[in-house]
Nanobody
Framework: QVQLVQSGGGLVQAGDSLSLSCVASGRTFSSYVMGWFRQALGKEREFIAAATPDSNWYGEPGKGRFTIARDNTKNTLYLRMNNLKPEDTALYYC??????????????????WGQGTQVTVST
C-alpha cells in the first residue's frame, strides 16, 4: 500500500505561479512512477506529467509551463505551475504506479491516488 498526501493549491490570479506537493508513505518511493493529473468540472481526468526515478514525461497540459520533480530522499513529488491561466482551474491529483517498461499516462495505469487539491485561477 502507498498513501499519498497532497498539499498546496488554492486561489490565484492569472499569470501567477503555484506549487503542489505530494508526500508518499508505505512502500519504497523509488519503486514507483509518480504522476500528476487534473480534472476540471465536467471533464475527464487528464494526464499532466510523470516522473520516474530518472526521467520526466509531460502530457499536453504540462508542456511549457509546468515542471514535475521528485525528491526520493523525502518521498515527495512536486508540480511547479507557472503563468497559470483560468483554464488550468481543476482538481489536481498525484498518483503512483509501479515501475514498468512504459511510462503510464492514463489513469487506469495508476494504483494509488492522493486526495486531490483544488487549483482555481481567476482572471
Amino acid at each position: 500500500q502507498v498513501q499519498l498526501v497532497q498539499s498546496g493549491g488554492g486561489l490565484v490570479q492569472a499569470g501567477d505561479s503555484l506549487s503542489l506537493s505530494c508526500v508518499a508513505s508505505g512502500r519504497t518511493f523509488s519503486s514507483y512512477v509518480m504522476g500528476w493529473f487534473r480534472q476540471a468540472l465536467g471533464k475527464e481526468r487528464e494526464f499532466i506529467a510523470a516522473a520516474t526515478p530518472d526521467s520526466n514525461w509531460y502530457g499536453e497540459p504540462g508542456k511549457g509551463r509546468f515542471t514535475i520533480a521528485r525528491d526520493n530522499t523525502k518521498n515527495t513529488l512536486y508540480l511547479r505551475m507557472n503563468n497559470l491561466k483560468p483554464e488550468d482551474t481543476a482538481l489536481y491529483y498525484c498518483a503512483a504506479a509501479l515501475l514498468s517498461d512504459t511510462v503510464p499516462t492514463t489513469r487506469n495505469r495508476y494504483n494509488y491516488w492522493g486526495q486531490g487539491t483544488q487549483v482555481t485561477v481567476s482572471t
